[in-house]
T-cell receptor
């Protein structure tokens, strides 16, 4: 069964802490994405990556950075956590070629609900 | 710009039929996906349309009209477990999904 695994389901961190959210996929996908989801706002793209060591800013990259040292792993880093970064964080992966992407588009991890206090 | 428009919330009765509409504007188009998301969980894939017309999959069907920038998701024989948010997501020319805020569907007995 294909899978995207996020390291933590729930996380509570203090303001100012450096926070790492890890995401691993076992489908050999090129593309990986980090989203945050807040009530009424839908999914907002933070960063994405089309290949190892490659990253692109999404719609809301401020306060975040990412790392993709291996194809299967995409990490989201909150450099100095703030209360307005309290949210549900979702990692997703997809395959680039149309014939594979049509099978399911993106596959999501189960999400990390981060609370910054 | 890129834009997705779908109703914020809909209510339907168990056993009935409901249609969730979506209009979109994207830079290029590589098909349109519908996802289901239960509260507190990740979105899961429901359907994919790339050509005009209706795709049927059990109780769920999805329709696409590319010329009108329009899609709908049709849910038949509604069950309580269908209470969820439904996300319309067209794929742009870069193979990125563009997300709207979704439609929260409430099923009443």
């Amino acid at each position: 069964d294909v899978k995207v695994t996020q390291s933590s389901r729930y996380l509570v961190k203090r303001t100012g802490e450096k926070v790492f959210l890890e995401c691993v996929q076992d489908m050999d996908h090129e593309n990986m994405f980090w989203y945050r989801q807040d009530p009424g706002l839908g999914l907002r793209l933070i960063y994405f990556s089309y290949d190892v060591k490659m990253k692109e800013k999404g719609d809301i990259p401020e306060g975040y950075s990412v790392s993709r040292e291996k194809k299967e792993r995409f990490s989201l880093i909150l450099e100095s956590a703030s209360t307005n970064q309290t949210s549900m964080y979702l990692c997703a992966s997809s395959q680039y070629t149309p014939d594979r992407v049509s099978n399911y588009g993106y596959t999501f991890g189960s999400g990390t609900r981060l609370t910054v206090v | 710009g890129q834009n997705i428009d779908q109703p914020t919330e809909m209510t339907a009765t168990e056993g009935a039929i409901v249609q969730i509409n979506c209009t979109y504007q994207t830079s290029g188009f590589n098909g349109l996906f519908w996802y289901q998301q239960h509260a507190g969980e990740a979105p899961t894939f429901l359907s994919y349309n790339v050509l005009d017309g209706l795709e049927e999959k059990g109780r769920f069907s999805s329709f696409l009209s590319r010329s009108k920038g329009y899609s709908y998701l049709l849910l038949k024989e509604l069950q309580m477990k269908d209470s969820a948010s439904y996300l319309c997501a067209p794929m742009d020319s870069n193979y990125q999904l563009i997300w709207g805020a979704g439609t929260k569907l409430i099923i009443k007995p």
